[in-house]
């Protein structure tokens, strides 16, 4: 059975869209990850902003991480 990834700091279960942005916006070669919101702390900009990159990235269809 899979282990599923946890966030660094707060210990919640990650998504595909919290494992995605961290590589697009911190490193492509993590290999541990932060959850949308201790991302956005560790960024100084809060939630909102990552989740309309994410949505970007999406819509766009340019990026393997959100297909």
């Avoid at 961290?22 to 541990?32: C, E, G, I, N, W």
């Avoid at 939630?47 to 991480?65: D, H, M, T, W």
């Amino acid at each position: 059975m899979a282990q599923s990834r946890l966030c660094t700091t707060c210990q919640v279960p990650l998504s595909s869209d919290d494992v995605g942005i961290y590589l697009k916006l911190v490193s492509r070669t993590a290999q541990q990850f932060l959850c949308i919101d201790c991302l956005g702390v560790k960024l100084n900009c809060g939630r909102e902003p990552i989740e309309k990159l994410i949505r970007y990235f999406r819509e766009s269809g340019n990026c393997a991480l959100f297909r």
